[in-house]
């Protein structure tokens, strides 16, 4: 099956500046890959999921971009925002039906 | 609105003793259904799917058993708990085609196995 690598298991930032959290994968075939956010004793919610025609989906503030030639699909936001404090998943979805998800990276925003 | 529902929120059980967790998606006709299974402070590993009535597919194996008696409804289960079963275990529901993977995920129901 596939396999999602989140290399920052915490990541800490200050208010304002930039976001990116690192996702990469290795699949045998060309995955969707997704990106889902998971708020303090909340269920993890879809925040953004790759296009196949190399669109950049957007949601509240982020965007990722899926490059095939790195296997990449890196999180970013321009500006970092108390309420972005959560743990966020990157997936990956090569078979229909089955979702393999990294091992998350949790994202403290600091006043 | 489509609406999810888990039962129970909570469970301590002791170690042997069996395990029966459930789901009912309301609003939502024939969905693909999902269990994932969340150790504390871990990755969400996928057990099971289901995308009609009566089938479902087992993920990873982890002495544990799934199967959907009605459209809206999956349930998780095992005769024999193990230590190693402990965590939270989440429903979700999505479209099929090429909406599968936009995922919509239960409150969850936490076990505790000792």
């Known amino acids: 099956g596939d396999s999602v690598t989140q290399t920052e298991g915490l990541v800490t930032l200050t208010e304002g500046l930039p976001v990116m959290l690192n996702c990469t994968y290795q699949?045998?075939?060309?995955?969707?890959l997704f990106w889902y956010v998971q708020h303090l004793n909340e269920a993890p919610k879809l925040l953004l999921k790759?296009?196949?025609?190399?669109k950049r989906p957007e949601h509240q503030g982020f965007h990722a971009t899926l490059h095939k030639s790195s296997s990449s699909f890196h999180l970013q936001k321009s500006s970092a925002q108390l309420s972005d404090s959560a743990l966020y998943y990157c997936?990956?979805?090569?078979?229909?039906?089955?979702?393999?998800f990294g091992s998350g990276t949790k994202l403290t925003v600091e006043p | 609105a489509q609406t999810i529902h888990q039962w129970p929120v909570a469970e301590i059980k002791a170690v042997g003793s069996p395990l029966s967790l459930g789901c009912t998606i309301k609003?939502?006709?024939?969905?693909?259904l999902y269990w994932y299974w969340q150790a504390t402070g871990g990755t969400l590993q996928q057990l099971f799917y289901?995308?009609?009535?009566?089938?479902v597919e087992s993920v990873v194996q982890l002495n544990l058993s799934a199967s959907r008696p009605k459209d809206d409804q999956f349930i998780l289960s095992t005769e024999k708990l193990l230590l190693s079963h402990s965590g939270f275990y989440l429903c979700?529901?999505?479209?099929?085609?090429?909406?599968?993977?936009?995922?919509?995920f239960g409150e969850g129901s936490k076990l505790t196995v000792l």
């Open positions: 289901s995308i009609t009535v009566g089938q």
């Open positions: 609003g939502k006709s024939s969905p693909n």
């Open positions: 790759s296009f196949t025609d190399n």
């Open positions: 997936a990956s979805m090569s078979n229909y039906n089955v979702l393999y």
């Open positions: 699949s045998t075939y060309s995955p969707f």
């Open positions: 979700a529901w999505s479209l099929g085609g090429a909406n599968t993977g936009q995922l919509y």
